[in-house]
């Protein structure tokens, strides 16, 4: 069982993270790409690294607009886990724009 992390925990890792926000409940991330296709593509690059970790985010799409939540449901909260997540769809979503 993975550890989860404290609220002082999440705020000093959101620190890193500047464009995540959340709890110990759960940490989000909302990103606009130039076009429909352009945010699939995102949606499948996170999709791949997910399985490589077999750790999925929760994905909101809408048209352009993607909101990834990231929480480790089996523990009940935020975990490293969810930390090294957001921080790979941070690469992602750079590697994009």
Known sequence: MVDLL???????????????SGDPTGIGRTVQLG?????????DRVANLAEELDHHPDIDIRWRTLTFRCV????????????ELAGRIDDIVRSAA
């Open 6 to 20: 404290t609220a002082e925990a999440v705020r000093e890792e959101l620190s890193r993270l500047p464009d995540w």
């Open 35 to 43: 076009s429909f296709p352009a945010a699939i593509a995102v949606v």
């Open 72 to 83: 480790t449901h089996s523990a009940g909260g935020v975990t490293h886990r969810d930390i």
